[in-house]
């Protein structure tokens, strides 16, 4: 599935179709969770859509929302929306493909995701599109405006978040760095303690071998002087 993002993500649909089915194929397979499926049907109808089969991607559309239903998935059930809106609007069912989008919106809406205005910004794109081929221009400017403002917005949010991320790359590299400063500090004041320790117990085995050495010599003397 996420081989098939890829090539859907440079608009290669021919690429993306097989994997999409594949993997749907396989999550039916091995049962996995409901919403996998759901996902794995979104996106063949995206590509369907993408490839001019839109009565094709309709079906599977169809299918991939009454899953979404069940799960009370807001933005699954408004991305599958807007991908069946689409459908309906390269079909020229201008009235359904409204509708669609209208109740994507308020999928949307009811959603507390930080992901929904992308949501919604491909919701406002197919939606000003739809009015345009209905020959509502007025709309279409309006729901248009929404979008350059809304894309503003997120490439604004994404922009603070990077520089975010960068203050943080940064003040985390400061920190790691006083660590390491502080670290070799200890490693020097260490190597110091050890070299004066090593110094005084130096100190203290000549002094002990000049102590040994004089009273030798006054034995020695003692010795003598008996002699």
Not at 8 to 23: G, I, T, V
Not at 25 to 50: D, F, H, Q, T, Y
Not at 192 to 206: K, M, N, P, V, W
């Amino acid at each position: 599935n996420s081989m098939g993002l890829v090539y859907a993500q440079s608009d290669n649909y021919e690429k993306a179709l097989p994997l999409f089915r594949e993997s749907l194929a396989k999550s039916r397979s091995i049962g996995s969770p409901v919403r996998r499926l759901a996902v794995g049907m979104n996106n063949i109808g995206m590509s369907e859509c993408a490839l001019g089969r839109q009565q094709e991607a309709l079906v599977i559309l169809e299918e991939g929302l009454a899953i979404a239903h069940t799960l009370s998935d807001n933005l699954l059930t408004a991305e599958i929306l807007n991908q069946k809106g689409n459908a309906l609007l390269q079909l020229k069912r201008f009235r359904e493909a409204e509708i669609c989008f209208l109740e994507a919106r308020k999928f949307i809406l009811r959603s507390p995701s930080n992901t929904r205005k992308e949501k919604l910004m491909d919701n406002y794109s197919f939606s000003a599109a739809m009015y345009a081929g209905a020959g509502d221009y007025r709309q279409a400017y309006w729901f248009s405006q929404k979008y350059s403002a809304l894309r503003q917005e997120i490439l604004s949010e994404e922009k603070n978040r990077k520089l975010a991320d960068k203050r943080r790359w940064y003040e985390t590299q400061k920190h790691e760095n006083e660590i390491k400063l502080l670290e070799q500090e200890n490693k020097l004041k260490n190597l110091q303690r050890s070299a004066l320790a090593a110094g005084l117990g130096l100190l203290a085995i000549i002094a002990l071998l000049a102590y040994s050495q004089q009273r030798n010599n006054r034995r020695r003397e003692r010795q003598l002087a008996e002699v």
